[in-house]
């Protein structure tokens, strides 16, 4: 198992999440990284590795021009089956669109969702995966739906 950092990959499109997430997460001690779309999510990835680093969590909008969070997720496990995605959606949670094979190391939130929320689950996410008790097959979330925001 590769060794497992408090970096976090944000993508979404809409610059006011990405500053929010962004400072929430960097004044909980973590490295940010982010992206508007799928493929500067990619460079960002490929950056962060290339430079010795590697993305603990991901975290990203369900639905972004492109490829959407679902086919970014998927296209990032091809590199790290274990990565944690936090999944943020807006509307309804029946509109949540989400492959059946993705949804494991997954937990879905709606928007607007409190920092705290998404910082404890990015957390204890992390933590399974460093006493490796992230399983490639079937891993519940560990925050409950009713703890999110409404």
Same mark, same amino acid.
Not at 12 to 17: I, N
Not at 93 to 98: C, G, K, Y
């Given at each position: 198992?590769? =060794?497992?950092?408090? !970096?976090?990959?944000?993508?979404?499109?809409?610059?006011?999440?990405l500053?929010? +997430?962004?400072?929430?997460? !960097?004044?909980?001690?973590?490295?940010? $990284? *982010?992206?508007?779309?799928?493929?500067? +999510?990619?460079?960002?990835?490929?950056?962060?590795? +290339?430079?010795?680093?590697?993305?603990?969590?991901?975290?990203? =909008?369900? @639905?972004?021009?492109?490829?959407?969070?679902? %086919? &970014?997720?998927?296209?990032?496990?091809?590199? @790290?089956?274990?990565?944690?995605? $936090?999944?943020?959606? *807006?509307? =309804?949670? %029946?509109?949540?669109?989400?492959p059946? %094979?993705?949804i494991?190391?997954?937990?879905?939130?709606?928007?607007?969702?409190?920092?705290?929320? &998404?910082?404890? *689950?990015?957390? +204890? $996410? &992390? *933590?399974?995966?460093?006493?490796?008790?992230?399983? !490639?097959e @079937?891993?519940?979330?560990?925050?409950?739906? %009713?703890?999110?925001a409404?």
């Amino acid at each position: 198992m590769t =060794d497992v950092v408090r !970096t976090v990959l944000v993508v979404d499109d809409f610059p006011a999440v990405l500053a929010w +997430a962004t400072r929430a997460f !960097t004044r909980a001690g973590w490295t940010v $990284l *982010t992206a508007m779309d799928g493929r500067e +999510a990619v460079e960002r990835w490929h950056e962060a590795r +290339a430079g010795g680093g590697a993305v603990g969590v991901l975290v990203t =909008d369900v @639905d972004f021009p492109e490829w959407g969070g679902a %086919s &970014l997720a998927a296209r990032l496990r091809e590199e @790290d089956a274990q990565l944690p995605v $936090l999944a943020l959606f *807006t509307g =309804d949670r %029946s509109a949540v669109t989400w492959p059946a %094979s993705q949804i494991n190391r997954t937990a879905f939130f709606q928007k607007p969702v409190r920092a705290a929320v &998404l910082l404890e *689950t990015a957390a +204890a $996410l &992390l *933590t399974e995966r460093e006493r490796g008790l992230l399983d !490639t097959e @079937d891993d519940p979330c560990p925050v409950e739906p %009713s703890r999110l925001a409404v």
